[in-house]
Nanobody, 124 residues
């Protein structure tokens, strides 16, 4: 069992940067693959980025490649999502998720544990 708590969301302007964090407690966090997903009002939850426990990846949705960077610091049980050159279409609630068995890192059903989400709003 692992508990996840996101933080760092907020209101920014287009072109700004923001870093959101996901802190885990419970089991050995280094063993988990971690994904970031987002959901805007009226839309399906979508994959943003993922980082494996074994160092593979990271992986990104095409629309955020070159702008977002996912990283992890296992000694702090934390995964980060650095978001640069933000656009209004990046506005969403951002969730981190973790799994011990991640066959498909971009599929939300692969993840067993989820945080409560943090709101990111990008104004134009």
């Amino acid at each position: 069992q692992v508990q996840l708590v996101e933080s760092g969301g907020g209101l920014v302007q287009a072109g700004d940067s923001l870093e959101v964090s996901c802190v885990a407690s419970g089991r050995i966090f280094s063993e988990y693959d971690v994904g970031w997903f987002r959901q805007a009002p009226g839309t399906e939850r979508e994959f943003v980025a993922a980082i494996r426990s074994n160092g593979e990846g990271p992986y990104y949705q095409d629309s955020v490649k070159g702008r977002f960077t996912v990283s992890r610091r296992n000694t702090k049980n934390t995964v980060y999502l650095q978001m640069n050159s933000l656009k209004p279409e990046d506005t969403a609630v951002y969730y981190c998720a973790a799994t011990l068995v991640g066959d498909n890192y971009s599929w939300d059903q692969s993840y067993q544990y989820w945080g409560q989400g943090t709101q990111v709003t990008v104004s134009s």
